[in-house]
């Protein structure tokens, strides 16, 4: 079982802030009437909160969490960062994380609504899970966009931002109850960037901290579902932010990666900005560890460039930018409401190439939306002629349903196909790091390749250099000579002494970041049986947090 852990405490008085915000979000059980056979009951107050199931009798035990968990993650980084957080919060209660689907009690399943071929997926591992007699709790944006869709009834759903309270909703679901929590978390009536970001969690890499700097966006482009799922902008504050990446740099994380649906957009609704963000994010981060920005749209960057073209130069700052495009056609661009032409997207690439040397810029393209012609499509051919992006996500365009594009004239899939093979023949006819051979350069281990015999580090600009693994090079920054290209990598000899950009260890895999290991074993037993399950996350959580901050004191 993965080692318990806790909230890092800074001030004594997070204490009653941090007892007051569970509290405040305690789910309340209705248990059906004995007499009426499934009938549902909505949490008073809130339409978005729903349980189904069994006796009151039956909805409370002290008996220690000894199922195990199995959770499967599908989509962008954002998602990712939700299930390393309620796999830790799982961990800390006491339950067991296992990759063994099979061997698991109850299946968490956190779901991605972008394209047809995820969902697809999704309803693939339920279908499995309900063969198989699992439990099966679903989260994220499919449920939250569409929960009365037939084949997630009945399901316990955990909504994108009450993934603070997959406890409770696995608690229940164990007991035979069905749980629907999709509100939104407010404060004074405004919507706020989620559940907090200092709850415990669980690295997928122990090197690699992913930040949610804010949730949904500003736009509403024609073909977007997860528009229905995160919402609107709500953005997390600048000072909280800061401080989960100090944790994270105590605990032995070398890379941190900001996310969101548009991290360009971030701060519009408190005030800030993202360069403002980014300034107080480098004063923390230690030399030799690296910061990744997320995706950003080109209408909330285009009034940052100067700002953003400073920050991408700074030496713990990786000069990289992922800019969706998606066409390169006004007309097209017009149709899926991106509030952008192609002419400032050029300008974004064309500032950010003079003004931060070697630049990387990703972007996408959705082959096929329903409005574009083929000369509109020549256009986007062309454009990714001009830019030769080195990375370029080319997606074949699925209608969502519920979206405005998804109502329109379709066009047939066949040419869909056609036009994504010719944007693939384009993209696979240049060498995009060929001007990289020879050079010397400073890199970071973060990975180990799929092929276990090389290390994956990235360069400056976020370029993928495999390593021979020749020593422990995890963590580690060195440089290398460039003695190899190809299409979507480098490789480096390394040329020089190895340094530790962060002096303190990483957690093992598997460690839920804040807590000590052995000190909450016995605590999370005695504390069950004294106090009811449902108060034991709390108790750890707070004690590992006063353990913190009197370590803190003392040390000074």
């Known amino acids: 079982m993965p080692s318990q852990c806790a909230e890092e405490?800074?001030?004594?008085?997070?204490?009653?802030?941090?007892?007051?915000?569970?509290?405040s979000t305690k789910a309340v059980i209705l248990p059906h009437a004995q007499s009426a056979k499934n009938k549902r009951n909505t949490l008073p107050n809130n339409t978005d909160e729903e349980i189904e199931g069994k006796?009151?009798?039956?909805?409370?035990?002290?008996?220690?969490?000894?199922?195990?968990?199995?959770?499967?993650?599908?989509?962008?980084?954002?998602?990712?960062?939700?299930?390393?957080?309620?796999?830790?919060?799982?961990?800390?209660?006491?339950?067991?994380?296992?990759?063994?689907?099979?061997?698991?009690?109850?299946?968490?399943?956190?779901?991605?609504?972008?394209?047809?071929?995820?969902?697809?997926?999704?309803?693939?591992?339920?279908?499995?899970?309900?063969?198989?007699g699992k439990q099966v709790v679903v989260a994220g944006c499919v449920p939250q966009g569409?929960?009365?869709q037939q084949y997630i009834k009945g399901l316990s759903?955990?909504?994108?931002?009450?993934?603070?309270?997959?406890?409770?909703?696995?608690?229940?679901?164990?007991?035979?109850?069905?749980?629907?929590?999709?509100?939104?978390?407010?404060v004074n009536g405004k919507k706020t960037?989620?559940?907090?970001?200092?709850?415990?969690?669980?690295?997928?890499?122990?090197?690699?901290?992913?930040?949610?700097?804010?949730?949904?966006?500003?736009?509403?482009?024609?073909?977007?579902?997860?528009?229905?799922?995160?919402?609107?902008?709500?953005?997390?504050?600048?000072?909280e932010i800061v401080e989960r990446a100090k944790q994270s740099f105590d605990e032995g994380v070398v890379e941190i990666w900001?996310?969101?649906?548009?991290?360009?957009?971030?701060?519009?609704?408190?005030?800030?900005?993202?360069?403002?963000?980014?300034?107080?994010?480098?004063?923390?981060?230690?030399?030799?560890?690296?910061?990744?920005?997320?995706?950003?749209?080109?209408?909330?960057?285009?009034?940052?460039?100067?700002?953003?073209?400073?920050?991408?130069?700074?030496p713990r700052v990786y000069a990289f930018m992922h800019v969706p495009v998606q066409s390169g056609a006004d007309r097209t661009l017009y149709e899926m409401q991106r509030e952008y032409t192609v002419g400032e997207f050029s300008h974004v690439v064309d500032f950010l190439r003079e003004k931060v040397p070697g630049i990387s810029i990703a972007t996408d393209i959705i082959c096929g939306f329903p409005t574009e012609t083929p000369e509109d499509f020549e256009e986007t051919l062309e454009l990714c002629k001009k830019y030769k992006f080195p990375s370029l996500f080319m997606n074949q365009f699925f209608p969502r349903p519920g979206t405005p594009a998804a109502k329109m004239t379709q066009i047939d899939r066949k040419e869909i196909k056609?036009?994504?093979?010719?944007?693939?023949?384009?993209?696979?006819?240049?060498?995009?790091?060929?001007?990289?051979?020879?050079?010397?350069?400073?890199?970071?281990?973060?990975?180990?390749?799929?092929?276990?015999?090389?290390y994956v580090a990235h360069n400056k600009y976020y370029e993928q250099v495999i390593v021979d693994m020749e020593e422990d090079l995890m963590g580690k920054m060195f440089e290398v000579d460039i003695i190899e290209t190809g299409k979507?990598?480098?490789?480096?000899?390394?040329?020089?002494?190895?340094?530790?950009?962060?002096?303190?260890?990483?957690?093992?895999?598997?460690?839920v970041s804040g807590l000590k290991t052995e000190i909450f074993q016995q605590d999370l037993v005695m504390a069950k049986s004294a106090f009811g399950k449902d108060r034991i996350f709390l108790l750890v959580v707070l004690v590992g947090m006063l353990l913190s901050f009197l370590s803190k004191q003392l040390a000074t």
């Open 418 to 454: 056609k036009r994504t093979k010719k944007l693939s023949e384009i993209f696979s006819s240049y060498e995009p790091y060929g001007h990289q051979l020879g050079k010397r350069q400073t890199v970071l281990v973060t990975e180990i390749a799929h092929d276990k015999v090389h």
């Open 55 to 132: 006796n009151q009798d039956e909805l409370s035990s002290n008996a220690p969490a000894r199922e195990s968990i199995y959770l499967k993650t599908w989509g962008c980084t954002h998602n990712s960062s939700d299930s390393e957080y309620m796999a830790g919060q799982l961990a800390a209660y006491g339950y067991n994380i296992t990759d063994l689907c099979e061997d698991a009690d109850l299946w968490l399943l956190n779901s991605c609504t972008v394209k047809n071929p995820a969902e697809d997926h999704f309803r693939n591992m339920i279908e499995k899970g309900r063969k198989l």
């Open 146 to 148: 569409a929960p009365r």
């Open 9 to 23: 405490l800074d001030d004594i008085e997070d204490i009653a802030t941090f007892e007051a915000r569970l509290q």
């Open 258 to 314: 900001l996310t969101s649906e548009d991290t360009g957009a971030y701060g519009r609704d408190i005030g800030s900005s993202l360069p403002e963000l980014l300034w107080q994010l480098v004063e923390v981060i230690p030399d030799g560890c690296m910061l990744r920005v997320g995706m950003t749209n080109p209408p909330y960057i285009l009034e940052h460039l100067e700002e953003m073209a400073k920050i991408l130069n700074h």
């Open 488 to 511: 979507h990598y480098l490789r480096g000899r390394r040329v020089a002494e190895v340094s530790s950009p962060n002096s303190t260890s990483p957690l093992p895999k598997g460690c």
């Open 193 to 239: 960037g989620g559940a907090a970001l200092s709850l415990p969690k669980i690295r997928r890499n122990p090197l690699i901290e992913i930040i949610s700097i804010n949730t949904g966006c500003l736009n509403a482009c024609t073909y977007c579902k997860t528009k229905h799922a995160r919402g609107n902008l709500g953005s997390y504050p600048v000072l």
């Open 157 to 186: 759903m955990i909504g994108v931002q009450q993934i603070d309270r997959v406890v409770e909703v696995v608690e229940e679901t164990l007991k035979g109850n069905s749980v629907r929590l999709l509100g939104q978390k407010k």
